[in-house]
């Protein structure tokens, strides 16, 4: 089934550090989300981007809707350890019987070091 | 409010055995969601139901998959018989509707191991 590709696949900061990630895709998206799962757990939304062009924040977050709508990206300033986890990009398409349904990316392993 | 809650949180098999998934979705959604989700990958989506009835299961492998959703509320999932390629943690999501964006909440997931 179809994937979104995500980079980098892993990374290790220090904390403090900002960390930028990206996702990619062949297919065009009206919806772009962005999920951190921690481990022995569900994916949980952090952000949620409905615009080509727009940026959102929620808290030390930022991500941006592409403009070509093939492509998202995710920042975290100043990183703690609780950041650790993997995160996930999703875009939404509308299925065949008009209902919506979401493909989700390779995920970026981040892991923080003290 | 309560989450999405999932059972058993894991399972191990032997292949060829079979093997059934439970998810209750939050109270009113009507949406609910059944996600494969192999070991180092994003999750992928099995089957979607609206209510009870199936709206997406394009990617459920049908000769050994089959899940229900009586009632509209609660579902089960099931593998019959398992391959070793069907190792992986099964998520259940619910959200309120099918149109227009939704949040997906997800449960914790069931993680299968087949021996």
């Known amino acids: 089934g179809q994937q979104l590709n995500q980079s980098p696949q892993s990374m290790f900061i220090q904390e403090g550090e900002d960390v930028s990630m990206n996702c990619t895709s062949s297919s065009i998206f009206n919806t772009w989300l962005w999920y951190k799962q921690d481990p022995g757990e569900g994916p949980v939304l952090l952000i949620a981007l409905y615009k080509a062009g727009e940026l959102t924040s929620n808290g030390r977050l930022t991500a941006q809707f592409g403009i070509t709508r093939k492509d998202s990206f995710l920042n975290i300033s100043a990183s703690i350890p609780s950041d650790v986890g993997i995160y996930f990009c999703a875009g939404q398409l509308v299925g065949a019987s008009g209902t919506y349904k979401y493909i989700f990316g390779t995920g970026t392993r981040l892991k923080v070091l003290a | 409010e309560a989450g999405v809650a999932q059972s058993p949180r894991y399972k191990i098999i032997e292949k060829r055995q079979s093997v059934a998934f439970w998810c209750n979705p939050i109270?009113?959604?009507?949406?609910l969601y059944w996600y494969q989700q192999i070991l180092g990958q994003g999750p992928k989506l099995l089957i979607q139901f609206q209510n009870n009835g199936v709206v997406d299961d394009s990617q459920l492998p049908k000769d050994r998959f089959s899940a229900e959703r009586l009632k509209g509320v609660d579902s089960t999932l099931k593998i019959q018989p398992a391959k070793l390629e069907d190792s992986a943690v099964y998520l259940c999501?619910?959200?309120?509707?099918?149109?227009?964006?939704?949040?997906?909440?997800f449960g914790p997931g069931t993680r299968l191991t087949v021996l």
């Open positions: 999501a619910s959200s309120l509707m099918r149109t227009g964006y939704n949040e997906q909440f």
């Open positions: 109270s009113g959604h009507a949406t």
